[in-house]
Every structure is written in C-alpha cells, then in structure tokens.
C-alpha cells in the first residue's frame, strides 16, 4: 500500500505569511496527486487536483508542485479564512485512495 | 449534490445502513467512495462503489468491517454494519469524482455515535 506523510503537521503563521506543507509518498505516485481543505464541522473541499491543477472557483493563493514522491501545496497571504487542515490525496491505483494524516494551520 | 442520511446514534452491537443519494450528474457511471473521520483526527478512505454493476473494492483496514453497496434505480450508495462498536464512533462523508481524479463533490456527513 502506498503510504502519504505530511510536514509539518501543524504550524501558526500570520497574517500575510507564505507557508508551504509538503506531502510524500512511499512509492512513485507521478502526478496523482490532490489537495484538500477542510474546516471544523465540514466536508474537505477540494482545492488542487493532479500535483498543480486549481478546481475551478478556488483562489489562485493556493498552489500546488511536485512529482513522483515528494510535493508541496503553497498559500500565499495567509488570511484568517485559510485557517484549516490541509490532506494530500493520493490515487495511484484508481479507483483506491490514500489520505495524509493533515496539516493543521492556524494563525499567530 | 450527494445528500446523505442524518446523524445516528445507536447502542453497540447494534446494525446500522447509511445512505448517499446523488443527483445532478449520472451516478451510476461514477465510482462513489466512502471516508471516515473519527473525532479530531484525519481522513480515511474506506472503500468504493461503481453504482452501475455494484462493483465493491475496500481499503485493507475496512475490509471484514463494513458493508458497501449502491442501488442505481434509487443514485443512492449505502455504508452498513452488523454489529456496531465504540470504535466505530466517527462522521462518514460519501465522496464522489465527476470531472477530476478526486473528490469535487462531497455528502456532507453522517456523525455516527454508538454509546451503551
């Protein structure tokens, strides 16, 4: 099975910071690779697809890069309203899934 | 949209069918995933329907635990136990890719609580 690890697993940054959470995989995953966020009492919302590909209606501060094992989801400009926890997603053997354990973000 | 059934809470050893109905999109065309949240803790996928021929795969740590199935007459997908534990305590989102290799759209929960 393949297994996602996220760092860090929680961090506080503030107001108009840049932070990146990185995302690693135990095994070649090329570029099946997502992001979501999740706030408290909701469903995750997807936010990047395939490593870099924004869903449509998501703000352009969140980008994504990578490939094969090692990616990294970036917020530019944190805001009050980006406070969350973050997972990675990966779906090398469609249609099975792995989350990452999540990334919590909270401001300073 | 996936809609899902309401909050349950029910005594341990209890059985119990959850449901996720979608609309909006061709559901029995499109694998319609399960995932578990336990309270404060992360994701967990649990396993996947094709709705158009009942086509079942489970995640490793799910399989023996639950039961997934879907009716493609009624778009709804179904999560289901036999005999419920504490351990089972969680929110079970049902999840679904229309247009991307991941989840654009998501039920929005079912909270499950299993106390004696």
Known sequence: DIRLSQSP????????????ITCQASQDISNYLNWYQQKPGKAPKLLIYDVSYLETG?????????SGT?????????????????YCQQYDNVPTFTFGPGTKVDLK | QLVQSGAEVKKPGESLKISCQGSGYIFRSYWLSWVRQKPGKGLEWVGVVYPDDSNIIYSPSF??????????????????????????????????????????????????????
């Open chain 1, 70 to 86: 090692d990616f990294s989801l970036t917020i530019s400009n944190l805001q009050p309203e980006d406070v969350a926890t973050y």
């Open chain 1, 9 to 20: 697993s929680s961090l506080s940054a503030s107001v108009g910071d840049r932070v990146t």
């Open chain 1, 58 to 66: 998501v703000s352009s501060k969140f980008s994504g890069s990578g």
């Open chain 2, 63 to 116: 399989q023996g635990q639950v039961t997934i199935s879907a009716d493609k007459s009624f778009s709804t997908a179904y999560l289901q136990w036999t005999s419920l534990k504490t351990s089972d305590i969680a929110t079970y989102y049902c999840a679904t890719s229309v247009s991307r290799g991941a989840f654009d759209l998501w039920g929005q929960g079912t909270p499950l609580i299993v106390s004696s």
